[in-house]
């Protein structure tokens, strides 16, 4: 695991998601504003284009923004496809179907019920992830319920559901305690007043456990979330149902009012918005996402204040740190190693390659962000900032250079730092691991090949949608030449064609004879 992210640390360090000479899917931000996407049960879906080394596309397709596998969601329509009145109905059944089985004002009256009630009469199922009323007692007699639920527990959540792991879709890894006191102490020293936590359930529920518990803490928080679980536990202007991927809000216009009042509250003044997205997402969706929740913010400004920027703390594994400076040049990467309860993985105390990855990207000066001396950081004078311990001031490159908290080494033929397991290769000209193919395909744009760009802003993409075009419209040509030598949806066999060729021939001299 620790050589895989390494090689996927070297991939990722140059900022680039495919590889020269492979196919891969890349996300298009800039359809048609005309044609709006098509819904599948998590919103609008986004549009994809598979490409591959000098073939810029086939077909675009559309896709669920959230789910990477069909088996989570199994939504695919071709771009240019056009689908009938009974299927476009079938489609919208089917979104309906998929929705939470009770309403945003249902669930808050339940709620407002449930903590009415007397403590032995407060229960949980656990295979429903539900809270019961005394009325849907009779419904789960078989299930595994938990009783005499406190109000404690009610104000954690996080802790009564199960996390949904799945990677590519909610991967609801935790923060683990260390880290979460971490932010709170860090928002409170920064003199924040609101939190808009998209996808930080557990923040979320230690803000307000604290604002509960604390008189002098007057942090409020709003939970953007996809889990629709939690509508169980906050009533509306606690929890948004939302999805990251393409900033959707599923409960409507109240939703995203709720939203937006609670960005612009105080002129927009001491709010910040902190994000952990699924490390198995798309880093441009996200980004689109983010400036949008940015341009609602900045509606709420006054003209003077319209050069300032919404601050934000999104965590990330460190390796997708070019990806994040490319949308966002402002932001800068903390050393602090934040950690997870229920990952494997990422957890607290581990050293070398096994650290946890995953760091705090901000636009925040990172002078004034003090890191815990304790846990193992401290102050560069150099650099004017906190950094790991064994990340050392490199006086070649004049920073301090690490990026997972190992100390790296100077390599003065690449001009950089680089990871103490790397060497330089004399054949590829570049530091790498010891083990990494010389002849392997090398990052850079799908359709030249050059390094400097990516696909999408090729100055030859014209030219090979061109091209793209061409050989698309010839396999067309030689599909409906194939499709009319059939017969009653039968391909013919080529042999009795030539026999009643020869036939004919035959016929035709004997008459002419």
Same mark, same amino acid.
């Given at each position: 695991?620790?050589?895989?992210?390494?090689?996927?640390?070297?991939?990722?360090?140059?900022?680039?998601?495919?590889?020269?000479?492979?196919?891969?899917?890349?996300?298009?931000?800039?359809?048609?504003?005309?044609?709006?996407?098509?819904?599948?049960?998590?919103?609008?879906?986004?549009?994809?284009?598979?490409?591959?080394?000098?073939?810029?596309?086939?077909?675009?397709?559309?896709?669920?923004?959230?789910?990477?596998?069909?088996?989570?969601?199994?939504?695919?329509?071709?771009? &240019?496809?056009?689908?009938?009145?009974?299927?476009?109905?079938?489609?919208?059944?089917?979104?309906?179907?998929?929705?939470?089985?009770?309403?945003?004002?249902?669930?808050?009256?339940?709620?407002?019920?449930?903590?009415?009630?007397?403590?032995?009469?407060?229960?949980?199922?656990?295979?429903?992830?539900?809270?019961?009323?005394?009325d849907d007692w009779e419904k789960h007699l078989e299930h595994q319920v938990v009783g005499d639920i406190s109000i404690t527990q009610l104000k954690r959540p996080s802790q009564l559901l199960y996390p949904l792991e799945n990677k590519k879709t909610n991967a609801q890894y935790l923060f683990a305690d260390r880290s979460c006191h971490f932010l709170i102490d860090l928002l409170s020293t920064l003199e924040f007043r609101r939190v808009l936590c998209v996808g930080t359930p557990r923040l979320h529920e230690l803000i307000r456990l604290k604002a509960s518990g604390d008189k002098k803490s007057n942090i409020k928080s709003l939970l953007l979330d996809i889990d629709f679980r939690y509508s169980q536990f906050y009533v509306e202007d606690s929890f948004c149902h939302y999805n990251m991927f393409n900033h959707h809000?599923?409960?409507?216009?109240?939703?995203?009012?709720?939203?937006?009042?609670?960005?612009?509250?105080?002129?927009?003044?001491?709010?910040?918005?902190?994000?952990?997205?699924?490390?198995?997402?798309?880093?441009?969706?996200?980004?689109?996402?983010?400036?949008?929740?940015?341009?609602?913010?900045?509606?709420?400004? +006054?003209?003077?204040?319209?050069?300032?920027?919404?601050?934000?703390?999104?965590?990330?594994?460190?390796?997708?740190?070019?990806?994040?400076?490319?949308?966002?040049? +402002?932001?800068?990467?903390?050393?602090?190693?934040?950690?997870?309860?229920?990952?494997?993985?990422?957890?607290?105390?581990?050293?070398?390659?096994?650290?946890?990855?995953?760091?705090?990207?901000?636009?925040?000066?990172?002078?004034?962000?003090?890191?815990?001396?304790?846990?193992?950081?401290?102050?560069?004078?150099?650099?004017?900032?906190?950094?790991?311990?064994?990340?050392?001031?490199?006086?070649?490159?004049?920073?301090?250079?690490?990026? &997972?908290?190992?100390?790296?080494?100077?390599?003065?033929?690449?001009?950089?730092?680089?990871?103490? +397991?790397?060497?330089?290769?004399?054949?590829?000209?570049?530091?790498?691991?010891?083990?990494?193919?010389?002849?392997?395909?090398?990052?850079?744009?799908?359709?030249?090949?050059?390094?400097?760009?990516?696909?999408?802003?090729?100055?030859?993409? +014209?030219?090979?949608?061109?091209?793209?075009?061409?050989?698309?419209?010839?396999?067309?040509?030689?599909?409906?030449?194939?499709?009319?030598?059939?017969?009653?949806?039968?391909?013919?066999?080529?042999?009795?064609?030539?026999?009643?060729?020869?036939?004919?021939?035959?016929?035709?001299?004997?008459?002419?004879?």
């Open positions: 695991m620790a050589a895989l992210r390494d090689r996927l640390g070297a991939v990722e360090a140059e900022g680039s998601t495919s590889h020269q000479g492979s196919s891969g899917v890349e996300v298009v931000l800039h359809s048609d504003p005309a044609t709006p996407a098509p819904l599948c049960p998590h919103g609008p879906t986004l549009l994809f284009v598979k490409v591959s080394q000098g073939k810029e596309e086939t077909r675009r397709f559309y896709a669920c923004s959230a789910c990477r596998d069909r088996k989570d969601c199994s939504f695919f329509q071709w771009e &240019d496809e056009k689908l009938s009145g009974a299927r476009l109905a079938a489609r919208e059944a089917h979104n309906r179907r998929c929705q939470p089985p009770l309403s945003r004002t249902k669930c808050v009256e339940r709620y407002l019920k449930f903590i009415e009630l007397p403590l032995s009469q407060r229960r949980f199922c656990q295979e429903c992830q539900q809270l019961l009323l005394p809000f599923f409960d409507g216009k109240a939703a995203l009012e709720v939203c937006r009042t609670f960005l612009q509250e105080d002129k927009g003044e001491g709010v910040i918005m902190v994000t952990d997205p699924p490390f198995g997402g798309l880093v441009e969706p996200l980004a689109v996402t983010f400036k949008k929740l940015i341009a609602m913010w900045k509606e709420g400004q +006054s003209q003077d204040n319209n050069h300032k920027e919404l601050p934000i703390f999104w965590i990330f594994p460190y390796f997708f740190e070019s990806r994040i400076c490319q949308f966002f040049p +402002s932001f800068c990467m903390l050393d602090y190693q934040v950690d997870y309860d229920n990952h494997a993985l990422y957890k607290h105390g581990k050293t070398g390659r096994k650290q946890s990855p995953v760091r705090i990207f901000t636009n925040i000066p990172p002078n004034k962000i003090i890191l815990p001396i304790e846990e193992g950081y401290r102050f560069c004078p150099l650099c004017q900032r906190y950094v790991s311990l064994e990340n050392q001031h490199c006086e070649h490159c004049n920073s301090c250079t690490s990026k &997972d908290g190992r100390k790296w080494n100077h390599c003065f033929l690449c001009k950089k730092c680089v990871k103490p +397991s790397w060497i330089h290769c004399s054949i590829c000209n570049h530091c790498a691991l010891p083990d990494h193919s010389c002849e392997g395909p090398k990052d850079g744009c799908f359709i030249c090949g050059e390094l400097d760009h990516k696909r999408g802003t090729c100055p030859n993409i +014209s030219a090979s949608k061109k091209a793209n075009k061409a050989v698309r419209k010839q396999k067309q040509r030689k599909s409906n030449k194939m499709k009319m030598e059939t017969t009653k949806g039968q391909p013919m066999n080529h042999t009795s064609v030539t026999r009643k060729k020869k036939r004919r021939e035959r016929a035709h001299q004997y008459l002419c004879s």
